[in-house]
């Protein structure tokens, strides 16, 4: 089962993947990695400080990486919704995010980008027209521990086909963070 634990920048979905990976014997890509190491992209957007990923070479190249012996994977990016079909939303307040994305060094520019698509839902409105299943999850105040059980109790439901009440539970567009639009 391929999931794809998606966000804005700084939600916590790569550390999270990485003690899914680590101790609960789940595979990740790290997707993001990929591209970068595999130049999986078609330009470099110097303005913006980001690359354009090629999604069709992406999307071909995972599909080749999934591993079936592996019962899930967890495709760890802000582009994962692009590919699967299940996902999970991290989200983060935006004054938290901003600090968060600031102390990456990340430009001004950049961080007010990141935290305008967080208090504007992109991803998770992304995710709700594209996927088959989202789940959506508050990443502000919990530790990576806390959020990584979360995603472990919604993966365990998927994989016992009774996700009804993780459904509930993690419903996307529980979290509005429009007060945070400046």
Do not use: Q
């Amino acid at each position: 089962m391929l999931i794809g634990l998606t966000g804005t920048p700084g939600t916590g979905k790569t550390s999270v993947s990485n003690l899914l990976e680590k101790r609960r014997g789940y595979r990740a890509i790290h997707l993001n990695e990929l591209i970068k190491e595999e130049r999986l992209y078609s330009e470099v957007d110097e303005e913006r400080d980001t690359l354009v990923a090629d999604m069709d070479r992406v999307s071909k190249r995972v599909s080749e990486l999934v591993d079936d012996s592996y019962d899930v994977t967890i495709l760890d990016s802000h582009l994962s919704h692009h590919i699967a079909d299940i996902v999970i939303v991290l989200r983060t307040a935006p004054d938290k995010l901003s600090e968060r994305l600031s102390g990456r060094n990340y430009s001004k520019a950049k961080v007010s980008e990141n935290v305008d698509a967080e208090a504007l839902d992109v991803i998770l409105i992304e995710s709700v027209e594209w996927c088959d299943k989202v789940f959506e999850i508050n990443t502000t105040d919990a530790t990576v521990e806390e959020i990584a059980n979360n995603v472990d109790e919604i993966v365990r439901a998927l994989l016992r086909g009774d996700e009804k009440d993780v459904l509930l539970k993690y419903k996307p567009g529980s979290f509005d963070w429009s007060d945070y639009i400046f």
